[in-house]
């Protein structure tokens, strides 16, 4: 659907519109970065609400996140948690260690792959690079399996990527049930299965992960210092001093996280397109 706004937008030279979808939901796309800065500054509070859907409704966990959901104490909630805990320069330059490891494992990637007279798929490093980067980030680890000897991914972390993508693409797919919430939970034309499958998949990955790291925090004597966004999660507290999410709110939000963070990987591609190399 993307591609179709961008040739739309293209198609009419601008760089904001108005679409108006069936169900009575508006589409806002913007592509100039200053007008979308001036919409976050003014309008926030307008152009923050999202429209109801199974899918956005399937990957945040009843709509318990920041992204994806409706406008309501819940955003409110978690949007103060992002704001304060996770988007801030400190936080960007206490977790710069993890981005430039997986910067150093793309290199090594690609050269292990030309040493060995492989070719290198740009769309398998640039998807993995970004799913090992958000991992890292968000678990502290690159691989939910065992580590590959070239520094590529695992038949996990494949299975992983690929249902984030699916999830990314099924999220607001306009399936018959969006616009007949009576039909939620009939699969009519098939799009709420894709989108359950992939959401058990991704969560079936990083759920165990969470659980553990969550016991380690309760224990005594266990962890006690944080080394990426799930500790951060975890031990953000509230005015009485105690734990401000709970354990679905954590899984979900890392759900969200994940899947709206992958997808960096077409930006990448454009710069690529966008090169312009001298021989």
């Known amino acids: 659907?993307?591609?179709?706004?961008?040739?739309l937008m293209k198609d009419m030279n601008t760089d904001i519109c108005l679409i108006r979808l069936p169900g009575g939901a508006n589409l806002v796309p913007v592509l100039d970065p200053a007008i979308a800065r001036e919409m976050l500054r003014k309008q926030d509070a307008t152009f923050a609400d999202r429209s109801i859907s199974f899918g956005s409704h399937a990957v945040s966990g009843g709509y318990v996140t920041t992204a994806a959901v409706p406008y309501n104490d819940q955003w409110r909630k978690m949007r103060k948690v992002f704001t304060s805990e996770i988007v801030s320069p400190a936080r960007h330059v206490w977790l710069q260690e993890k981005r430039d490891?997986?910067?150093?494992?793309?290199?090594?990637?690609?050269?292990?792959?030309?040493?060995?007279?492989?070719?290198?798929d740009l769309r398998v490093a640039?998807?993995?690079?970004?799913g090992n980067v958000m991992r890292k980030i968000m678990f502290g680890?690159?691989?939910?399996?065992?580590p590959t000897a070239d520094g590529g991914p695992g038949k996990m972390e494949v299975k992983h990527v690929e249902a984030v993508f699916t999830a990314l693409k099924y999220l607001y797919w306009s399936c018959l049930s969006d616009f007949f919430p009576c039909l939620w939970g009939w699969n009519v034309d098939g799009k709420e299965k894709i989108i359950n499958e992939a959401n058990e998949t991704i969560r079936g990955y990083q759920d165990p992960i969470i659980d553990a790291r969550i016991q380690e925090w309760r224990n005594n004597g266990g962890k006690t210092e944080m080394d990426d966004l799930?500790?951060?999660?975890?031990?953000?507290?509230?005015?009485?001093?105690?734990?401000?999410l709970t354990p679905h709110e954590i899984k979900s939000q890392a759900t969200v996280y994940i899947i709206?963070?992958?997808?960096?990987?077409?930006?990448?591609?454009?710069r690529i397109n966008l090169m312009r190399v001298k021989m």
């Not at 690609?110 to 290198?120: F, Q």
């Not at 680890?141 to 065992?146: A, I, T, V, W």
């Open 1 to 7: 659907m993307f591609r179709w706004v961008h040739k």
């Open 101 to 120: 490891e997986e910067a150093d494992n793309l290199v090594f990637y690609v050269h292990s792959r030309c040493m060995a007279g492989k070719s290198v």
């Open 126 to 130: 640039t998807r993995h690079y970004c």
């Open 141 to 146: 680890r690159r691989f939910f399996g065992e």
């Open 230 to 244: 799930l500790d951060v999660f975890i031990t953000v507290k509230d005015e009485q001093g105690k734990p401000l």
């Open 260 to 270: 709206f963070s992958n997808p960096v990987y077409p930006m990448i591609l454009s």
